[in-house]
């Protein structure tokens, strides 16, 4: 069988897959499809460049051991989420800037040791995911993430946080568990829109006061520190509507 034809196959099944009843192979639907995901099954990008994948929104490229991002990305013009886990990727180039539907990326597993400041061009972006890197610092313009929503950085090796990320006003998720933070700045009050925050296995010793004034707060994980649990205890009974675990 052709390369051509296994990938046309392999491209409709992912196409057809969330389907409840089975539909005949039709290679005419090709050209509707919206999601594309590439594994360590084919050796790179170019084997699928003149497929007709121009309408792709969502692109999983995982485990590919790539120490860099295909070129052919940046021609899938409509792309609103990005996915490039498991790599071996340290930096996002310049026509990363080019995607401007792009909604959500998630570079979880591979070489980042600062954060993509190139991120700051996508004017629509609600979802970064830097977890499983080696970030040591967050840079002072964070706040240029203007849509930001959910912002997951777990795993890495975060002292302390930049007051530029306590003015991500739009943020909703926080997910820093696994960092080597001890504390945090009454200024996380000013995130009224945060409703999960994530900091589990750090460094903290006590309760950040702050978090008494989080109002829109519903859940909050702060096990692995070295909080007193009955200060843990009593927290959560004056707060019953966080869920916290600890």
Request: neutral net charge; proline residues 14%.
């Given at each position: 069988m052709e390369t051509r034809t296994l990938l046309f196959i392999v491209f409709a099944i992912a196409a057809i897959s969330c389907k409840q009843r089975p539909e005949p192979f039709d290679e005419s639907r090709l050209y509707a499809i919206d999601e594309l995901y590439v594994q360590k099954t084919y050796r790179d990008l170019s084997q699928v460049k003149n497929e007709p994948v121009e309408q792709v929104t969502k692109l999983v490229y995982f485990n590919m051991n790539a120490s860099r991002v295909?070129?052919?990305i940046f021609a899938l013009k409509y792309l609103n989420s990005l996915e490039l886990t498991k790599n071996k990727i340290s930096h996002l180039p310049k026509k990363t800037a080019d995607l401007q539907y792009l909604q959500s990326?998630?570079?979880r597993m591979n070489a980042f040791k600062k954060f993509p400041s190139?991120?700051?061009r996508l004017d629509h972006l609600h979802i970064v995911d830097l977890s499983d890197n080696m970030v040591k610092k967050l840079p002072d313009d964070l706040d240029r993430l203007k849509a930001i929503e959910e912002l997951y950085l777990v795993n890495n090796m975060i002292v302390q946080l930049p007051s530029s990320l306590y003015r991500c006003k739009t943020l909703r998720i926080l997910?820093?568990?696994?960092?080597?933070l001890s504390a945090v700045s009454d200024s996380l009050a000013g995130l009224v829109h945060l409703e999960k925050l994530m900091l589990r296995h750090n460094s903290f010793t006590g309760l950040?006061?702050?978090l008494h004034e989080m109002r829109n707060l519903k859940y909050l994980e702060l096990s692995n520190n070295q909080i007193p649990r009955a200060e843990l205890e009593k927290f959560a009974a004056e707060?019953?509507?966080i869920k916290v675990t600890f």
């Open positions: 295909p070129a052919e990326i998630y570079l190139i991120l700051y997910n820093l568990n696994n960092n080597q950040p006061g702050v707060n019953p509507r």
